[in-house]
């Protein structure tokens, strides 16, 4: 074992950044637009120990990716020669950010990409995976395969290649013109599925709160088991009315400005399940928070995309529920996270387990 991979304490050198493109195993359609690669900024951070931390964030939206990748960079740079010291880096970070509106949208990308990126050089420096380093133990997880819009066809054909490649869950997202288009969808992945399948719906926030209860009691009979983001994903008494008026279950989190906005979410009754995104929720330290919120209110606790890290955050979580298998990053990772029958386990390597695949990088880059 190195002298780097011994201590217990590491000084951040510098932050380096590569945006890039990165190309979808398939297209995903929503009811706002079809992604086709994956906008990332990929996070190197560097340490005078010489231990390097990784991580990327996800702009979604082509046209933010330089911007983001600019945000990383300069905020980044604000950290050099400090300690690696996570609650003591969000804490400063955060205090400097309230008079921008708080750590969100951009800003809150590029924040808890950094939190992550420091996470993982701690790891890397105890040689464990991140799940050790917080306290937990590698574990398989349960994995729901994530799908865009499809049309009943090709819902039927995606469904039953999930269910036989072993997932106990299967979504896809709809929000179609017509409830009637809904439905056939809806029903069609229903009927490719085995009973033991979960089939989970997302509006992607489609929809106003009267069309939403319109189609989402539409939904009731149809053997569906959470309905995701009918409304504005900041719409909690729009989302509480429908959770009272639903049998099934309502499901939010993905757009969580952080762990207090999730918890006014849950005082509000806004949802029966989260499902947090470790960006948009203030990275590995925003999640433990938000882990901690999720317990005390009984709630069942997914994640959305990042699958990486993902697959070590919940296996600290309390409540943990379903991984959302969504993998943006892993045409550019030397490693890919493994799935097997349906089950996500974190790798075994130190750290979060990112390597990048130097060529696939460089293909994929931005200039």
Not at 19 to 30: E, F, G, N, S, Y
Not at 210 to 217: N, V
Not at 230 to 255: K, S, T, Y
Request: aromatic fraction near 6%; charged fraction near 20%.
């Amino acid at each position: 074992m190195t002298a780097a991979t011994r201590t217990d304490a590491l000084t951040i050198r510098e932050i380096r950044t590569v945006p890039v493109l990165a190309p979808l195993a398939k297209p995903m359609r929503t009811a706002s637009g079809a992604i086709l690669q994956a906008p990332l900024v990929l996070i190197d951070l560097l340490t005078e120990e010489g231990v390097t931390g990784r991580a990327y964030v996800f702009s979604y939206q082509t046209t933010a990716l330089k911007a983001l990748d600019e945000l990383v960079r300069g905020v980044g740079a604000t950290l050099a020669g400090e300690p690696a010291v996570p609650f003591e880096i969000e804490r400063a970070l955060r205090a400097r950010f309230t008079l921008l509106g708080g750590p969100r949208n951009l800003a809150a990308y590029a924040l808890a990409g950094l939190d992550m990126a420091v996470w993982d050089a701690l790891a890397v420096a105890r040689g464990v995976p991140l799940v050790e380093l917080l306290g937990g133990r590698r574990k398989p997880l349960p994995a729901y395969a994530s799908f865009g819009m499809l049309g009943p066809q090709e819902a039927a054909a995606e469904c039953a290649a999930a269910a036989e490649a072993g997932f106990s869950g299967v979504k896809i997202k709809i929000g179609w013109p017509t409830l009637d288009a809904d439905l056939a969808a809806v029903r069609a992945a229903r009927r490719a599925l085995p009973d033991r399948v979960a089939l989970m719906v997302d509006f992607n926030q489609s929809l106003g709160v009267a069309e939403a209860g319109r189609r989402c009691r539409a939904l009731e009979g149809e053997g569906v088991y959470w309905i995701e983001e009918p409304v504005r994903c900041d719409d909690f008494a729009g989302h509480a009315a429908l959770a009272r008026m639903l049998d099934v279950p309502v499901q939010i989190g993905e757009n969580f400005a952080g762990p207090f906005e999730m918890q006014r979410a849950l005082e509000a009754r806004a949802c029966d399940f989260v499902m947090p995104d470790v960006q948009q929720i203030g990275g590995v330290t925003g999640w433990m928070r938000a882990a901690a919120i999720a317990q005390a209110y009984g709630c069942d606790c997914s994640s959305h995309i990042f699958v990486e890290a993902s697959a070590h955050l919940l296996a600290v979580t309390p409540t943990a529920h379903f991984l959302e298998h969504l993998d943006l990053a892993g045409s550019l990772l030397e490693a890919p996270l493994a799935i097997e029958r349906g089950m996500v386990e974190a790798p075994a390597r130190p750290g979060i387990g990112l390597a990048w695949d130097a060529a696939a990088v460089e293909r994929c880059r931005v200039h």
